[in-house]
């Protein structure tokens, strides 16, 4: 059974920093790319990084690039969302997912219960 488990989300300041954590468990994260996804009240889904395991490149949407960045610790089959920087605008539910690519639609197969980010003064 597929089980992706996110923490880390809270409340935070603007220009604050927050560590979201999807554990996951049920396939190998050398053969499935992981996904963060947000969304918004009232928003569609938002890509906003893809890890693809089996060569370690990434895609960042262009609202996060040189704020947020991914990484995994594979002792821990776990990857993680470190956010610098945070703006009221990042304020979401942000999701881990997986599939075996970093989908352009964000219609990934397994999806965590998602973390709400809430970024206010």
């Known amino acids: 059974q597929v089980q992706l488990v996110e923490s880390g989300g809270g409340y935070v300041q603007p220009g604050g920093s927050l560590r979201l954590s999807c554990e996951v468990s049920?396939?190998?994260?050398?053969?499935?790319?992981i996904a963060w996804v947000r969304q918004a009240p009232g928003k569609e889904r938002e890509g906003v990084s893809c890890l693809r395991t089996r060569d370690e490149s990434l895609d960042y949407a262009d609202s996060v690039k040189g704020r947020f960045s991914t990484f995994r610790d594979n002792a821990k089959n776990t990857v993680y969302l470190q956010m610098n920087g945070l703006k009221p605008e990042d304020t979401a539910v942000y999701y881990c997912?997986?599939?075996?690519?970093?989908?352009?639609?964000?219609?990934?197969?397994?999806w965590g219960q998602g973390t709400q980010v809430s970024v206010s003064s």
């Open positions: 049920g396939l190998s994260l050398d053969d499935y790319a």
């Open positions: 997912a997986a599939d075996l690519g970093c989908l352009l639609h964000n219609d990934y197969d397994y």
